[in-house]
């Protein structure tokens, strides 16, 4: 399969086959079939929303900047976290294992702000730390 260029799709590329000993040789299908973007028409506002709604923008802005409706940003909100929850129960992260140490510490400073104190800080500082301890010391180890 090869991504080509097309004027049929809203999109404007197509997978299609190439492989002439195929049986499906020069057939097409749509980038979104059977994925996550499926479900809506639009997937370059679909992307615009889910990039807004990770930078906890209200969903009304939300609505202004993606032009796409209530309803359907409501539909991506809770359809996100499912499909998280359904990846990472497939995947599970796993740390640690024979003889290895793994200390996780994440720190959030300005994350607890008093509303009523002055004026509200949108941003947060997030730090995320990881120490493995390595048996082995070298450089191209750390790396």
Same mark, same amino acid.
């Given at each position: 399969m090869v991504?080509?260029?097309?004027k049929?799709t809203k999109i404007?590329?197509n997978w299609?086959?190439l492989?002439?000993?195929?049986?499906?040789?020069?057939?097409?299908k749509?980038?979104?079939?059977?994925?996550?973007?499926?479900?809506?028409?639009c997937?370059?506002?679909t %992307?615009a929303?889910? &990039?807004h709604?990770s930078?906890d923008?209200k969903?009304?802005k939300?609505a202004i900047?993606?032009? $796409?409706s209530?309803n359907?940003?409501?539909k991506?909100k809770n359809?996100l976290?499912?499909?998280m929850r359904?990846?990472?129960?497939?995947?599970?992260v796993?740390?640690g294992g024979?003889?290895v140490?793994?200390?996780?510490?994440?720190?959030? %400073?300005?994350?607890? &702000?008093?509303?009523?104190?002055?004026?509200?800080?949108q941003?947060?500082?997030?730090n995320l730390s $990881?120490l493995i301890?390595v048996?082995?010391q070298?450089?191209?180890m750390?790396?």
């Amino acid at each position: 399969m090869v991504m080509k260029k097309t004027k049929d799709t809203k999109i404007g590329y197509n997978w299609r086959c190439l492989n002439y000993l195929c049986q499906k040789y020069q057939t097409t299908k749509s980038l979104v079939f059977e994925s996550f973007f499926e479900s809506f028409k639009c997937v370059r506002s679909t %992307l615009a929303a889910m &990039i807004h709604l990770s930078q906890d923008v209200k969903i009304e802005k939300v609505a202004i900047f993606s032009k $796409l409706s209530k309803n359907t940003i409501l539909k991506l909100k809770n359809e996100l976290p499912i499909r998280m929850r359904i990846y990472f129960e497939r995947n599970p992260v796993r740390l640690g294992g024979q003889e290895v140490i793994i200390q996780c510490d994440e720190t959030m %400073l300005n994350h607890k &702000i008093k509303p009523h104190r002055g004026a509200h800080q949108q941003s947060r500082f997030v730090n995320l730390s $990881l120490l493995i301890r390595v048996s082995r010391q070298r450089v191209d180890m750390l790396k």
